[in-house]
């Protein structure tokens, strides 16, 4: 008689494996989306036997109870548990976006009998999230983390793999899941970098190295809980993620007063990813403090709205120096992934922002060899890094005499096609030590097709 796939699946069980499913994934859920992709796949049109067809269902199913179970999934499904816990289940279009930029193929990697592998993993210009199992030599037992959020690694390095710089990485912490057999050697987490202002961009077409050293796993219930250590250099090569998905949003005009301060805020530059919003505001000084707070409206296509705060990052006293404007560049990570087709709009105060559709297109300039000695402050300047949109203008230098640096005069000049110079001052950046950085933002809309090369000082430097 007739025999449906899905009677052949009912009642077996694979008792050889012990590798529970992905946390917050039932059986049930499991055999819904093997048959899922069973009948989304495409193959020539043959027949097949009953019992091949069975064979065929079987092997499936037998690969997804393994380790090869969370391949099954992309990263939209592997995140949905994590971003659950702070929000909605993500949506099919959230989902479809987060495999879109992320990525399922970094292999595990063993230390000291424990076993770090990672299951997904998703990033953006300023952000990094790991999916990660822990696993533990057999005997161990591991505590009860519960959703405890903490931070787990004694160290973190990252460095360029081709160039081996050191690359700032900004903040590490841990969200634990869920934990379907408690009491045994493993555990899931989602290991986390949020990264600030010039810090490494995760999807700059890089590869690079990220090193974990050492974890420690400290419950907070129940008080008297015990420490767990566990030594080990865990060095994963991340360079499978995509490029180019931040949108840049022409913000010139866009100011609002605050009621708090009394105050007029500018909003300077802001960027969107669908992990985070990197945004510069200035604002005069009349306080010590530095102002972080955005204020900035996400109107969607439905009508509803969602007001997001400011976030993470560092002030600047900007080319006026102190007792001027001040600037503030912070990170803002979203509690759920950002689908920008689903916004309409945003709105700065009474200043309407729309949203390009496009990825922010970049131009990078070819800085090597570009020392120049500016005999107005008696330094050498040495320009390490330029690169600019249509809007922005993001530098990195260093120089010799830290006293005489200044962010009024870079000594950049973007020069077009018909010989009209525009001056580039400091901006929002910083000077510290012996180097300087930062961004600065157009008052109009540069023409990308039109700039010919750059000035740095009496320094011609070329486009890539």
Request: hydrophobic share 40%.
């Given at each position: 008689m007739p025999v449906r796939m899905t009677d052949l699946l009912d009642g077996w069980e694979d008792g050889s494996v012990e590798l529970p499913p992905p946390a917050g994934m039932s059986p049930e859920r499991i055999k819904e989306r093997t048959m899922e992709q069973i009948r989304q796949t495409k193959r020539p049109r043959r027949r097949m036997g009953v019992r091949l067809l069975a064979c065929a269902a079987l092997a499936a199913v037998f690969t997804v109870s393994a380790m090869a179970a969370y391949h099954l999934w992309g990263p939209g499904e592997l995140f949905d548990p994590f971003f659950t816990l702070e929000s909605a289940p993500l949506d099919d279009g959230q989902k479809e976006l987060l495999d879109q930029i992320g990525a399922t193929n970094l292999p595990p990697v063993t230390s000291n009998g424990v076993t770090l592998t990672p299951l997904a993993a998703i990033a953006d210009e300023h952000t990094l999230y790991l999916r990660l199992r822990l696993e533990a030599p057999e005997g161990t037992v591991l505590p009860d983390m519960g959703e405890q959020e903490d931070h787990i690694a004694h160290g973190v390095g990252l460095v360029d793999a081709d160039t081996g710089e050191r690359l700032n990485w900004g903040m590490q912490k841990a969200r634990f899941l869920p934990d379907d057999t408690p009491g045994d050697n493993s555990l899931e987490l989602v290991f986390m970098l949020l990264g600030g202002p010039n810090g490494a961009n995760w999807v700059d077409g890089t590869s690079k190295t990220l090193t974990i050293t050492d974890l420690i796993l400290c419950p907070r219930e129940p008080e008297d809980a015990e420490k767990t250590y566990l030594e080990g250099e865990w060095s994963f090569s991340l360079d499978s993620f995509y490029q180019g998905k931040e949108v840049e949003i022409n913000t010139i005009g866009a100011v609002r007063w605050d009621e708090e301060t009394e105050r007029m805020v500018t909003l300077e530059g802001?960027?969107?990813s669908p992990l985070a919003a990197s945004y510069t505001i200035s604002y005069p000084v009349e306080e010590s403090?530095?102002?972080?707070?955005?204020?900035?409206?996400?109107?969607?296509?439905?009508?509803?709205?969602?007001?997001?705060?400011?976030?993470g990052g560092k002030g600047s006293h900007g080319p006026d120096g102190q007792?001027?404007?001040?600037?503030?560049?912070?990170?803002?990570?979203?509690?759920?992934?950002?689908?920008?087709r689903e916004l309409d709009h945003l709105q700065y105060g009474g200043c309407r922002l729309e949203i390009l559709g496009e990825p922010r297109a970049v131009v990078e300039a070819d800085t090597a060899g570009a020392?120049?000695?500016?005999?107005?402050?008696?330094?050498?300047?040495?320009?390490?890094?330029?690169?600019?949109?249509?809007?922005?203008?993001?530098y990195r230098m260093h120089y010799d005499t830290p006293e005489s640096a200044t962010l009024a005069d870079t000594g950049i000049r973007l020069v077009l096609a018909d010989g009209t110079e525009i001056p580039v001052d400091g901006g929002s950046g910083t000077?510290?030590?012996?180097?300087?950085?930062?961004?600065?933002?157009?008052?109009?809309?540069?023409?990308?097709?039109?700039?010919?090369?750059?000035?740095?000082?009496?320094?011609?430097?070329?486009?890539?």
């Open positions: 802001l960027t969107r403090w530095e102002f972080v707070d955005l204020q900035l409206e996400l109107v969607y296509k439905d009508g509803s709205s969602v007001t997001i705060d400011g976030g007792g001027g404007t001040d600037y503030f560049t912070g990170v803002r990570n979203f509690d759920a992934p950002l689908d920008l020392v120049w000695y500016d005999e107005t402050h008696q330094n050498t300047l040495v320009l390490e890094k330029l690169s600019f949109s249509s809007l922005s203008l993001t000077a510290g030590g012996t180097f300087m950085e930062g961004t600065t933002y157009f008052d109009a809309p540069v023409p990308l097709e039109r700039v010919d090369h750059v000035l740095f000082g009496d320094i011609r430097v070329e486009l890539e």
